[in-house]
């Protein structure tokens, strides 16, 4: 899908790549591209070296997942912490948070999800006839 710049859409669903909601530095908007209604969904791009600065919320808990590149997290108690591909981070809504790229020469890339109010639970269902790959 990369590079053609299209959500795909159908009934109950829409698909993108990454790549095709923004080019260079700066926020992609995956909840609006993609039409996520029930959470807050976001990527940032991150350029070599870059501080992204600190901030908080009112209300809503996040959750930065680190796709690509190394950054730091930085929290209002003077704690940094290094995470890689493939790190994970929650972080209350009152709580102070930045993040900086520690690469001088690669971009990192860092999903980010805010909600409030709970989780839902275990509410999956298989499909009227479809076997449980479960055994």
Not at 7 to 19: M, N, R, T
Not at 34 to 57: K, Q
Not at 76 to 98: C, F, I, K, M, Q
């Amino acid at each position: 899908m990369t590079g053609d710049s299209t959500v795909v859409e159908g009934k109950g669903y829409s698909v993108a790549h990454l790549g095709d909601l923004g080019e260079g530095p700066g926020f992609r908007k995956i909840r609006r591209q993609l039409g996520v209604e029930a959470f807050g969904v976001n990527a940032i791009v991150l350029p070599p070296s870059y501080d992204a600065g600190r901030h908080f919320h009112d209300e809503q808990q996040e959750l930065y997942f680190v796709h690509s590149g190394r950054v730091a997290i930085r929290f209002g108690d003077d704690t940094s912490h290094e995470l890689g591909p493939g790190g994970l981070a929650r972080v209350d809504a009152a709580t102070v948070r930045g993040l900086r790229n520690l690469s001088d020469s690669e971009d990192a890339v860092i999903v980010i999800v805010g909600a409030k109010d709970g989780y839902v639970g275990r509410d999956g269902r298989l499909p009227e006839g479809e076997p449980d790959p479960r055994g």
